[in-house]
């Protein structure tokens, strides 16, 4: 595979379930990201992992909890999320954190609808 | 308070012609700006991008145009395709965070009618 890869593509939960969504790439890249994109809002950053170290951590609410295991895979825990929450979640990578050009990967994204 | 706009939700544009989509920001310490698309059920996939020290970056039928006073960017696609048709986000960062922090606007709808 190459790339960014996203699991699942979709998912449907209820607001008192535990869910993961996971994230893989096959690029090399040091820096890993988690965006969230709404119906007619912007991308939003939600977290940054660095070398395996979050960096940034743009106020998301806790039932949102990211785990970085490795370079290569990134996950994102989800417990009693709220119907607002449903979304498409994207994963992004990027050669490294630290430097201001150069361009995001993107994997498909995982659409998430919250019963 | 969005700092990076894309005014037009939406373009219908007929094969063969330009399609200009538009692109406005208000922080004046941007100096690096992307733009992407996004096919339904895709990621987005990086198009084209522009350094504040240039007002133009061409690769083959994209152009992007930049205007540091007015704070506004353009791509124009000649000639348009339909398979152009997307949505496409343009991004915004500053040299000043030192970081991949991009600043992504709500995207435009192109559709490049046959």
């Known amino acids: 595979e190459t790339g960014v890869t996203q699991t699942p593509r979709h998912l449907v939960m209820g607001m008192t379930n535990k869910k993961s969504l996971k994230c893989e790439q096959h690029?090399?890249?040091?820096?890993m990201y988690w965006y969230k994109q709404s119906a007619k809002k912007p991308l939003e950053l939600m977290f940054v992992?660095?070398?395996?170290?979050?960096?940034e951590n743009n106020s998301v609410p806790s039932r949102f909890s990211p785990e970085c295991p490795n370079s290569s895979h990134l996950f994102l825990h989800l417990h009693t999320l709220q119907p607002e929450d449903s979304a498409l979640y994207l994963c992004?990578?990027?050669?490294?954190?630290?430097?201001?050009?150069?361009?995001?990967?993107f994997g498909e994204g995982s659409r998430l609808t919250v019963l | 308070d969005q700092q990076v706009k894309q005014n037009s939700p939406s373009l219908s544009v007929q094969e063969g012609r330009i399609s200009i989509l538009n692109c406005d920001y208000t922080n004046s310490m941007f100096d690096y700006f992307l733009w992407y698309k996004k096919y339904p059920a895709e990621g987005p996939t990086f198009l084209i991008s522009i350094s504040s020290i240039k007002d133009k970056n061409e690769d083959g039928r994209f152009t992007v145009f930049l205007n540091k006073s007015a704070k506004h960017l353009s791509l124009h696609i000649v000639p348009s395709q339909p398979g152009d048709s997307a949505v496409y986000f343009c991004?915004?960062?500053?040299?000043?965070?030192?970081?991949?922090?991009?600043?992504f606007g709500t995207g435009t709808r192109l559709k490049v009618l046959a």
């Open positions: 690029l090399g890249h040091n820096a």
């Open positions: 992004a990578s990027s050669q490294d954190y630290l430097g201001n050009t150069g361009e995001l990967f």
């Open positions: 991004a915004a960062s500053s040299s000043t965070s030192g970081t991949y922090k991009y600043i």
């Open positions: 992992y660095s070398l395996e170290e979050r960096v």
